[in-house]
């Protein structure tokens, strides 16, 4: 894609027709690749109209990488009718599973990190790279109850399926957040520790705390404006890392389209400024 | 069985209830409690994703009941596809045999129309036949001229007034006087460009439609029709579906297979 992407949204189908119409420079657009896997119709037909004017990014919330089973067969030929179809510009998908024996869960979950599983989940996107023939990033999960038997720390495990699949990595910031304080460790740390070289694409999102637990459970909602907490997380992250790619992800709750396009300017700015100041931070 | 999978097995188990399998990873005290983000937001997802595809059934009942029924429906149907969009297919039967449903029989048939519009709504897209095509027909032709119907669509019959009801709830507001009236009555449902459209059907239409899915001829198409309903102007019907968009193509072959 020969256009810059600097700051994205989340495209929903309440938004189609406002963000058609509108103009800002290095803007791009993310869908959940799962909705438009379908044989025709108006929604694909909108993506379509979007996708002439945007770059778009592919996400997908299905493919069940860390499951300990290969990738499915038609969710991959799906993948790749929609891959040559929209062009997309990134293309992003879970460090988690949602699939067992033959029956999907909605959900992103977890797992130990071990050896056994680093193999398994660097098998399964290669062969999902292998299949769309795109590098895909791989997005650090929200994580809500510790886990036994966790073999490596997730910072370098990520950094182990970087080097065995060259994959790209999606730092969902929020998610660092919320799993930093749901299981007791420090963001900046991970941060420290995390194989920045790689990282492809940012997200930002809402968070909320639990019902029942407060604020010692944070559940990533995408339901609310990007807290600001994690706000100055992402603006430490940049001025250290150098501008990429940013999505206001919301999938919940949703605003009118002029307000995500807002916090959408607050990371575009940024990502303007220079890099040099990391020098003083 | 290799560990991962062995943790797969005992999430799943605690995903529907028994967090005893799961207690040997869990390194925390509250870790049941935290682990209950995970059934929550499962079972959000599987209620969202019935309510989206059945949004006349969800009028019908009310929010809450709605999605009593889907977690109860989901506890025996889990998706089996990550495109949610194609999830509940099974949901219009199960419904019929749905205790607390047992108030609405018409209920199924709602969730059956509803499922018709999604059918509807992601089919492959395709051009309905042009009126032209139909213009070089005479009625000689009729007898071994078949007629296929768009593939997005969908006829439905009630022998209650379930079409009706559904059509009164597309209302928005729902009209006040929504209800059941005892008149039978059919449905067609389909999406000859990007809009989802519904027509209801009396009986020598439906029966009209139902032939000409059957694979059965024009002229064997009509008289069905009119067997069903004597007084029926049906070169109106036909041209009326014609221009509707209704039909995909026409074949000159009586033995053709559909």
């Known amino acids: 894609m020969a256009q810059q992407l600097t700051a994205g949204v989340s495209l929903k189908p309440a938004y189609m027709a406002e963000a058609l119409h509108v103009t800002a420079p290095g803007l791009f657009f993310e869908v959940h690749a799962e909705n438009y896997m379908a044989d025709g119709g108006p929604r694909l037909a909108a993506l379509d109209a979007i996708a002439g004017r945007f770059p778009i990014s592919l996400h997908g919330v299905g493919l069940s990488l860390a499951g300990d089973a290969p990738p499915d067969t038609a969710h991959l030929a799906a993948w790749r009718r929609l ?6 510009a990134l293309v992003s998908e879970h460090l988690a599973w949602s699939a ?7 959900d992103l979950l977890p797992f130990p990190r071990t050896r056994a599983a680093l193999a398994r989940i660097g098998d399964n996107l290669a062969r999902f790279q292998d299949a769309i023939g795109r590098r895909v990033l791989v997005e650090n999960p929200a994580l809500y109850m510790p886990l036994a038997g966790h073999e490596f720390p997730e910072t370098d495990f990520l950094a182990e399926l970087v080097r065995l699949t060259d994959c790209g990595l999606l730092l969902d910031v929020n998610n660092l957040f919320v799993s930093a304080r749901n299981l007791g460790y420090s963001a900046e740390a991970y941060l420290a520790d995390f194989p920045l070289e790689a990282v492809g694409e940012i997200h930002l999102a809402g968070h909320a705390a639990d019902s029942r637990l407060g604020e010692s459970l944070l559940i990533d909602s995408h339901d609310a404006p990007v807290a600001e907490l994690v706000w100055r997380l992402y ?3 940049v001025a250290r890392m ?5 999505l206001i992800e919301r999938d919940e709750n949703l605003p009118p389209f002029a307000e995500l396009m807002s916090e959408r300017v607050r990371a575009e700015r940024l990502l303007a400024k220079p890099a040099a100041a990391a020098l003083h931070v | 069985m290799s560990e991962l999978a062995r943790f797969q097995q005992a999430f799943v188990e605690a995903l529907c209830g028994d967090f005893a399998p799961l207690a040997p990873w869990s390194s925390r005290s ?12 499962a079972a959000k997802g599987l209620a969202d994703a019935l309510s989206a595809q059945f949004p006349t059934v969800a009028r019908a009942v009310g929010e809450g009941w709605m999605r009593a029924a889907a977690l109860a429906f989901a506890r025996e149907h889990r998706p089996e596809a990550p495109a949610l969009h194609a999830y509940g297919g099974d949901f219009p039967d199960w419904l019929a045999g749905f205790a607390p449903a047992g108030e609405m029989p018409w209920l199924s048939g709602l969730a059956r129309i509803d499922w018709a519009v999604r059918d509807a709504l992601f089919a492959a897209d395709c051009a309905p036949l042009d009126t032209a095509a139909f213009a070089a027909l005479s009625p000689d032709d009729f007898g071994d001229t078949c007629a296929a119907l768009h593939r997005s669509a969908t006829i439905l019959w009630f022998d209650d007034g379930t079409a009706g009801l559904w059509r009164d709830l597309q209302a928005d507001p729902p009209s006040a006087e929504a209800e059941l009236a005892p008149e039978p009555g059919g449905l067609l449902v389909f999406r000859p460009r990007l809009e989802v459209s519904t027509r209801p059907l009396g009986y020598g239409a439906y029966a009209f439609l139902r032939a000409c899915r059957a694979g059965e001829s024009l002229g064997l198409a009509g008289q069905a029709a009119l067997s069903a309903e004597p007084d029926l102007p049906l070169a109106n019907l036909f041209g009326d579906f014609i221009a509707a968009g209704v039909f995909e193509r026409i074949r000159r072959s009586p033995d053709a297979v559909w």
């Open chain 1, 100 to 106: 067992w024996n033959g029956a999907y869960v909605p």
């Open chain 1, 83 to 88: 891959v040559g179809r929209f062009n997309p």
């Open chain 2, 30 to 41: 509250d870790g049941e409690a935290r682990f209950s983000v995970y059934r929550n937001t």
């Open chain 1, 242 to 246: 150098g501008a990429r790619p940013t």
């Open chain 1, 235 to 237: 603006e430490r992250l």
